[in-house]
């Protein structure tokens, strides 16, 4: 969740994006020449979510390659460009060999995805459809926090 703002749902975008599958939030993104910061939020998360060693070298690899290189095809921007350094600095140390470095690395990528989040914000928190995503998410969040309380209340005999 984002520790910027309180009343700030970039945390939410993760969520959002997994459960894009039509691709509107997509659009968005699209509409706002911003497609890269979308796409590399959703590769980020599978690549931290990855089990198979083989495939994360692979997949950290490409995630660089594709986006966090300055002559990358979609290189994005980021807010806090220190992120960045050291999440490329930290991987640059340690190409040879990713799998070892797995945990530190993932939570490198986790720090800059949530400030490319943050900045993804910024810049489509005035669209519409994109404020609809996240409070709808904001909503399943707290809908899924009042069922668990409620779940450990049974058996209360309190009138």
Known sequence: MCTKNSSCRCGNLEIAIKQDHEQKLKQVFERYFVVELYNFISDAYKVIELKDEH???????????EYL?????????????????EFMSFYDEHIDDLESAKVTLNNKL??????????????????????????????SNSMKEKNHKSSKCTGCTIL
């Open 55 to 65: 495939h994360y070298s692979k997949r950290m690899n490409h995630l660089v390659q």
């Open 69 to 85: 290189l300055d002559n990358s095809p979609n290189s994005i921007n980021v807010k806090n460009e220190r992120l960045k350094l």
């Open 110 to 139: 986790a720090q800059l995805t949530r400030d490319v989040q943050f900045l993804a914000y910024q810049n489509l928190s005035h669209e519409d459809y994109f404020i609809k995503a996240m409070e709808q998410v904001d909503k």
